[in-house]
């Protein structure tokens, strides 16, 4: 099981969209999350509520290009901060 599978299939999804909203896009995150964990995102808009919950606590912002950049709130997730994947 590779890094990404591992974190999709353990970690919250606002927690996976802080990080990777990042480095992709919405629709390559989508379909990142749907390939390892399609039962987080079972209920209907649940990656686009967990973007709007970050871009209102001020923890992603506005990017270019689709991407979302550091808002003035982020911090590394615990799962980084704990180097639980290598």
């Known amino acids: 099981m590779n890094t990404v599978e591992q974190i999709v299939k353990n970690e919250s999804l606002d ?29 209907y808009g649940a990656l686009e509520n967990a973007y709007s919950r970050l871009f209102a606590a001020g923890v992603l912002a506005l990017g270019e290009h689709g991407l979302a950049i550091k808002g003035p709130n982020w911090s590394p997730p615990k799962f980084m901060i704990e180097n639980r994947y290598t």
Do not use: C, G, Q, T
């Open 15 to 43: 927690d996976i969209v802080a990080v990777f909203a990042l480095i992709k896009a919405n629709p390559h995150l989508d379909r990142m999350i749907r390939l390892y964990n399609r039962d987080i995102l079972k209920e």
